[in-house]
């Protein structure tokens, strides 16, 4: 999948904030996690849904916004 495809918006779930695969995990979330320090294999063993493609996604996404 393109990271683009990875980022979603669905106005039914998490107020239409950007998410990861339609996961209720916004992309704020990994970003923070980011900011806070944690490494992607940190995230991903908290957040076991997500993938490295995730994440590398959701910082894609942030850097367009």
């Known amino acids: 999948m393109e990271p683009e495809q990875l980022i979603t918006f669905d106005p039914k779930q998490m107020d239409g904030q950007a998410c990861i695969r339609h996961l209720r995990i916004p ?18 063993e908290a957040y076991p ?12 996404y ?3 916004e």
């Open 62 to 64: 942030t850097k367009r």
């Open 27 to 44: 992309v704020a979330t990994v970003i923070r996690c980011m900011a806070g320090g944690m490494s992607t294999p940190e995230i991903v």
């Open 49 to 60: 849904d997500l993938t490295p493609d995730d994440i590398r996604a959701a910082l894609q």
